[in-house]
């Protein structure tokens, strides 16, 4: 028997034996994911920045950039949520304090229905964005691999981006920027605001990992719409990875949309969040053009 047999063997008896478990009518799953986002300092102005400074900035961005998230699910319904651990004092200052201001809460998901809703707070206002789950385009590529004890079938689609997502944000190409619009001495640089110097893509490739073992059409986050259970999820600088697998646990949680805060829309909260940064880009660069040369990381 050649080992393609016995893996298609193998996944058959596991497919069978999870038809059994999702027939209870009572059905959960939780599932552990681990997310991280790369980035680059060397195309952030990198170069001016020490060796020494850069790793620091890097130890105090980890954290914000690599979190632990929590996928409750049923067949039709899931949470996911981050997996909150307490922070040393004093760790929440500078940059990742102003980006703590745009704290997700409970993320919520019916696949039957279609519908999302989002527990979001920013700068101290609670919002709850209500909207349509994001149908994907998802092909199929025949490529399988191993997560964990789970087979898995490989996907991909293209996804539009929200203009505001800071996780794809990156520098803008000025490569071919003509010559009479670029900075003419150095002073103008330094006055010059770091937003108007990045930009996000319009689309960006997914790539997920599904297993038929746990049929259900849930993911992490916003991704879902696959015949099995995502594990692992590749999105621009982001991956999402699952370490951890609770089928039926015997605390069972309870799974309840959010409701609390002003409900708009996907886009409406995006306009909101574009607004405050056009505001706060104003303000700073008050104080720039007030005192160039002077600013500081």
Known sequence: MTLQIIKKTFFC??????????????????????????????????????????????????????????????????????????????????????MGSFTAGTQYKNVKDGELLQDQEFFGKQFLIKDNLEKLEWKMTGETKQIGQ????????????????????????????????????????????????????????????????????????????LPGLILEVNSGKTTILCSKIVMNPEEKEEIKKPSKGKEVTKEEYSDIVKKKMEEMREMYGGRNRGNRGGGRF
Do not use: H
């Not at 790369?38 to 980890?62: H, Q, Y």
């Not at 040393?88 to 940059?95: D, I, L, Q, R, T």
């Not at 002073?187 to 893509?201: F, H």
């Open 13 to 98: 008896l596991a497919f069978l034996v999870s038809i059994t478990t999702f027939a209870q009518s009572d059905f959960q799953g939780q599932a552990y994911y681990q997310s991280k986002t790369s980035i680059d300092l060397d195309n952030w102005g990198g170069r001016e920045i020490s060796p020494e400074r850069k790793k620091m900035m890097m130890e105090r961005m980890k954290s914000m950039f690599e979190k632990t998230y929590i996928l409750t699910f049923n067949k039709t319904e899931s949470t996911y949520k981050e997996d909150e651990k307490l922070e040393a004092p004093g760790a929440g200052g500078g940059f990742r304090g102003m």
């Open 150 to 225: 789970y087979m898995c079938m490989k996907a991909t689609a293209t996804k539009k981006v929200d203009k505001m997502d800071f996780s794809n944000m990156r520098r803008k190409n000025r490569d071919n920027e003509d010559e009479a619009e670029k900075p003419k001495d150095s002073t103008e640089t330094a006055s010059k605001n770091i937003m108007d110097e990045i930009e996000v893509p319009e689309e960006i490739e997914v790539t997920a990992w599904y297993t038929m073992q746990i049929p259900v059409n849930q993911g992490p986050g916003e991704y879902w719409g």
